[in-house]
Structure formats: C-alpha cells, structure tokens
C-alpha cells in the first residue's frame, strides 16, 4: 500500500466509524418498508480516490452512496454523504465499466438541476446530496426505459456513482454500487 493512500484510508476509517455505516436520510424509505412488511432492497457504493490513466487521484476525502428501492420498484431512495471534499460541482450514476471512464451518465444525482457550474465552494462534510430517482430522470443509454433496468444494472454490478470536483475534473470520488449488507 503506498504512503499517500494511508493518511486517506485511515481517514475513510473514521469516516465510517462516525456515521455507523448509514444514514439517517434514507431512514423514511427503510422504515416505510418495514411496517409495510416488504424488506426494502438496498444498494451502497462506498466512494475512494478515482483512477485515471492508471494512478489514483491524490485526494484525502471519501464518501458513501447509499440507495433503497421503494414504491415497489417505482423509486430509488438515495444519499450521497462526503468528508473532506474539496469543490465539489456534480454526480451522477454510470452505466459501464468503471475504470474506463467511458460508461454512459445514466442519472444526474446532484445538482438535480444539472447546473454544475455552481457546485459548493471550499471544503465540503457531510450530505452531500438526497432524494428519489425516477424512470423520468433516467438518461443517456437509459432514457425512457424503465426504473427496472436501472435496477438490473445494478444488480449486474455495472453502475457506479462519482463525484467530479473542480480540481479533480474526470472524477475525484467514484464507487461501484453493489447489494448493502
């Protein structure tokens, strides 16, 4: 392991242990599930120094996407929490193969409005981003499909979630989405 990822994994390790691996925001959607008696399924990807041309990007920030299924399929509950991100300006789901940079966005996750030009200035902790995607916010590859197909992508292990920021253009954070234990 090299040196310059120890400072960032040790921080990824508090990072976990604070938030007790899930968060509060999808709180609604599980309890939801529960009293209904149907056992939300649920999806994490956690979010590490993206790779481009070979080398990890040098960052110390990390994060965690966690997503739920709800309304019998319908919607996909998510949250997008982040510590020590500098400048963050969009995230969005991919359809692809995560180290190749060239998966089809799928879904804008943040801003909803697609306007990254925006972003959040300086050092960024906590959520980052929440809400419900739909099959009407389902684009690229994916547009006017349904939320069924999203979903087998990701049980197939083919969507991950990234962070762009301004330093790190491509991608600074990204996490491939796999089943929450």
Not at 51 to 59: D, F
Not at 89 to 99: D, E, F, N, T, V
Request: with cysteine; glycine share 12%.
């Amino acid at each position: 392991m090299s040196t310059s990822r120890t400072p960032f994994l040790f921080g990824f390790f508090l990072f976990v242990l604070m938030t007790g691996g899930t968060f509060p925001a999808l709180a609604d959607s599980q309890n939801g599930a529960k009293a209904s008696g149907v056992k939300s399924e649920k999806f994490v990807a956690v979010l590490i120094a993206d790779i481009h041309e070979g080398q990890a990007v040098e960052t110390t920030a990390c994060g965690r996407a966690e997503f739920a299924v709800i309304e019998d399929g319908d919607g996909l509950a998510y949250t997008i929490t982040v510590s020590r991100l500098e400048d963050p300006y969009m995230s969005h789901l991919r359809l692809g193969k995560s180290a190749d940079h060239q998966g089809s966005l799928v879904v804008w996750l943040w801003p909803v409005d697609r306007k990254p030009v925006e972003g959040k200035k300086g050092s960024y902790d906590g959520l980052l981003a929440s809400g419900v995607i739909r099959a009407k916010d389902l684009t690229g590859i994916l547009a006017k499909k349904k939320m069924a197909d999203l979903l087998a992508a990701i049980r197939d292990g083919k969507v991950d979630a990234d962070i762009h920021t301004r330093r790190h253009m491509p991608g600074e954070l990204r996490g491939l989405l796999g089943k929450a234990e």
